[in-house]
Structure formats: C-alpha cells, structure tokens
C-alpha cells in the first residue's frame, strides 16, 4: 500500500503489518489504548484512519454495522478494511482472542458490504497478526519500522509521552505526591521566601511567598465550591491569591521550558496546593483559564470579583456588596473568552505554559493513586495475592489507567479522586482552547471513567467543559489561522525573554 498527502509526497509505503501499525498513533495524535482502529482503503484519500471502542462480544453485527456505514456513508469507494484491536492487558489466551474477533468484525464488515483484509491485536508490549497467531510479536518491530522514522522527519502529530507516562518521572513525582498528600488548603499558607521569583512589572509589587494581597473586596469565605473541592466549613483561598500563584509559576516554567517537568515539581509545597485549591474552585477556575487567555493576571482579578459572589449567589451563598461596574464588564468578557466566543488572539505562551503544569500536577494527583495500590499489595498476604491470571491482569492504579476500587480519603484530601478529574477537565479545556475537541472528548471521558470506579462524586469541572464543548466546539479564534493554536512545539522554540 503506498500513501501520498500530495501529488509529488510525501510518500508512506506500508508493506507490513507492522509499518501499519507505527503509521496510526502518529496520524491520530495519540496511541490508542482499549479501543479499535479501522484501516479503511479506497474513497478520493485512498486510505481513512476511524477509531471507535471495541464492540462487546455480544453486541449485533447488524446495529455496529449500521453505525460503521453511517460513519463511512460519505466517503466513496471504500473496498476493504484492516482492524487494529488494542487492548492495554495481554489476554489470557491471545490466539483464541484474536479468532473471535477476527468473526465478530467479519460478521460486522459483511453487513456494509466491504472486505475485511485482516484483524491485528495489539497491546503495549506485543501484538499478534492472524497469519502466525501463536507468535507474540514485539513492539519493538513497530518502533523500528520506517515509516516510524519517516513521519518522525515529517512532523508527527503523535504526542510527545506525558510525565505520567514517562519511566524518568516516576520517583519524583511520588515523592512530590507524598509531599503534597493531606487535607486541601484551610487558609492560605506561608512558605519560606527562598526560590521565590519576582512578580512581573506588569502586575506591579513583590509577591508575599505563598501568598499575594487580594484586592479589596475579596472574602474567601464567599467562595463557592464545585464538587471536587473541601466540604462545608472549608474554605479555599481567595481567589487572587490562587491566579498569583499560578502566575508566578508559569513565569519560573516559562524561564526554565527546556526542563519544565522539573521546574513544576521544585515548585514550593504549600503553592502547587494554592494552585490545586484554585482550580478546585469554580470561580477562581473560571478567571484561570481567562488570565491564561488573555494574558493579563490583573484582568482575570477583576473578573473574580465579580464572578465570584454572583457563583455564591447562584449555589445559595451569602448575599455580599454588588461588585463595581467594570468588574462586571470584566467578568461578562471572562465568560465570553472561555466559552470561546471571543475573536483573540489568545496568548499563547500562557495557555501552553499552563498545559505543561497541569500535565505535571496531572501526574502527580494520580501518583497517590499508585502509592495506594503499593500499600495495598504490601499489606495483603502473599497466599492471598496469588499468581493468577487474573492478579497479573488486574489493572494497574497509574496516570494512565486509574483504577482505584475506591477513593479512602474522600473528597475533602487534596489528592483525591476529584482533584485529579478536575486536573484533567482543565487540561480538556485547554484542548478546547487549542481547537482539539476530539482530544478534549478523550480527556473528559477518562475522567468520567476514573471517578466512576472510584466511586467518586461528580466533578463540576467536568461538566462546565462538556458543556462548553457542546455549545462550542470550536473556539472562534480557532477559525483563523493568524489567531489559532501555533502547534506544540511552538512553546518549546520560543525564547525566555
């Protein structure tokens, strides 16, 4: 099979299996986990990626069928199709696995009328073709293939491994997790002043450490909370103190881009919780995501002072003074801007700046996750562990697949199963803000996965995101080249100023 983008190349030859398998991550953007990939030939384009969640074992071929040619009812000339299953455990008998898949997508493909080629299993370690089904084949075939290399040259738009998923992180980002684990913010904390950066000229002052003045007006205890954040009695910090907290952080990543994970995870303590305290609140989120949009901290202070007693108001809050006029204007354009209703341009530097923190406060909420499972296997019996299948498949407790039966501390610990969704939810939002609703809706419907096999509550983030995506899938600056997301390695080619 050979593919060309353009009538003169680039051209991807794909005469393996294996060639097949390096081409989808790097054409969907990301490596696909419990889920199915159709490699569909004919049409104008010659060759279509779809992925879709594996059909259960007993769902009709008649009704998978009908929703594949619903999906394929606009693309022409389609012939023949190859399916990739990717499965994040090795089943217990690989070869019989891969014969019933290989009739249940038979029988699906025969009612819309095209040829099914072959069925591929795939898991991250090894991966199984039908013409030798009793080989486990190595992923290293698919890492050396060269279309691998080829579309590396080219400009992949896979994803570069989170620091969650990176091996070289695992140690500090449970030692930042144990650090971190404990009862969310009560009142606002008071940290050494060593490593303190600066504030901007543009925000004007030096920063307290671990904390800034608010301004006037601003009263903790009216803040409202989304679920995710502490229960009745708590209260979070005022929300200025969170937006200069972040900022201050982005400024020391900002600095430091060529060692971001590190410079996130050498962030003081009683910060990172400020900063997970401020986006547990509705509110202060709210005017986060502005400030990282707009550019401006002071801009996104103004905001909160409107937004926020309007929330309380909203969740049955005490009733405070109506704010000033142009806090509400300001707080009528933060609304606006994070629905995606705005022309931009974003400030990009910002919003990638606070994508990269929040991949690294996503790790390390999860990496809690993992010291419970530890602790978990430490203190149960050897005899009871056993070394059956089904203890050797049970799914791992990490930032990739976090499965914990349920959550121990509850909701009120900072590092709870809520935090991490709401961690998540922003990092969906900023997908939305780059224009990638598809990698939002896979963000979003891990943390729905997440907190449903925690038993957790419902998370509030999670829902505002939905239904901004709903509403608005596709930001308005997003529509002009000049104002639209510049790429992912845009941030790491600028230059600290």
């Known amino acids: 099979m050979t593919l060309t983008h353009e009538d003169h190349g680039p051209v991807l030859r794909i005469q393996h299996p294996e060639d097949l398998l390096a081409l989808i991550p790097h ?54 199709v190859i399916v990739v299953v990717y499965r994040e455990s090795v089943p217990e008998c690989p070869v019989n696995e891969l014969a019933a898949l290989t009739v249940q997508w038979e029988q699906i493909v025969r009612t819309v009328g095209v040829e099914l080629l072959t069925v591929l299993l795939v898991t ?5 073709d039908p013409a030798q089904p009793d080989v486990a084949r190595t992923s290293t075939l698919v890492e050396e293939s060269p279309v691998n290399a080829q579309l590396i040259a080219l400009g992949s738009a896979l994803e570069p491994p989170a620091p969650g998923d990176d091996p070289r992180w695992q140690k500090a980002l449970r030692e930042k997790a144990r650090e971190l684990d404990g009862p969310g913010s009560v009142t606002t904390p008071e ?183 530890d602790r978990a296997d430490h203190d149960c019996p050897r005899s009871e562990q056993g070394h059956s299948r089904a203890a050797l498949d049970r799914p791992r407790v ?13 909701s009120e610990h900072l590092l709870s199963a809520e935090t991490a969704a709401t961690v998540v939810a922003a990092l969906a939002q900023l997908e939305v803000f780059r224009g990638r609703a598809h990698s939002a809706g896979r963000l979003l419907a891990r943390c729905e996965e997440e907190l449903q096999e925690s038993a957790a509550s419902p998370v509030g983030a999670v829902e505002e995101v939905r239904r901004r995506l709903a509403r608005q899938a596709t930001p308005w600056w997003c529509t002009d080249p000049r104002t639209g997301w510049p790429g992912r390695s845009w941030w790491v080619r600028q230059t600290t100023g």
């Not at 991250?124 to 199984?128: A, E, G, L, N």
């Open 124 to 128: 991250p370690q090894f991966w199984w």
């Open 191 to 373: 940290v050494e002043t060593r490593g303190q950066e600066p504030r901007s000229a543009t925000t004007g002052g030096e920063p307290r450490p671990g904390a800034d003045a608010a301004p006037r007006g601003c009263r903790s205890a009216g803040t409202p909370r989304s679920s995710g954040t502490p229960g009745p009695g708590a209260a979070l910090p005022c929300g200025p103190t969170a937006l200069a907290v972040w900022e201050r952080t982005l400024q020391r990543v900002q600095r430091r881009r060529r060692d971001w994970v590190t410079a996130v995870l050498e962030t003081p303590a009683a910060d990172l919780r400020g900063m997970l305290d401020g986006l547990r609140d509705e509110a202060t989120r709210t005017c986060l995501f502005y400030a990282w949009l707009c550019g401006e901290r002071a801009r996104a202070e103004s905001a909160w002072l409107a937004l926020a007693p309007a929330l309380a108001r909203v969740h049955g809050g005490p009733e405070g003074p109506e704010p000033a006029g142009d806090a509400v204007e300001e707080a009528l354009r933060c609304v606006v801007a994070v629905a995606g209703e705005w022309d931009g341009p974003p400030h990009w530097e910002s919003v990638e700046t606070a994508y990269r923190i929040l991949q690294v406060l996503d790790a390390v909420t999860h990496a809690r996750a993992d010291q419970h499972r």
């Open 398 to 410: 990490d930032r990739a697949g976090f499965r914990p039966l349920e959550d121990p501390l509850g």
């Open 27 to 80: 054409e969907l953007g990301h490596r696909p986990r419990d889920e199915c990939v159709l490699a569909v030939t004919g049409g104008d384009t010659g060759f279509l990626l779809l992925a879709m969640a594996q059909p259960p074992a007993g769902a009709p071929p008649e009704v998978v069928g009908g929703e594949l040619a619903e999906a394929l009812e606009h693309v022409p000339g389609v012939s023949d």
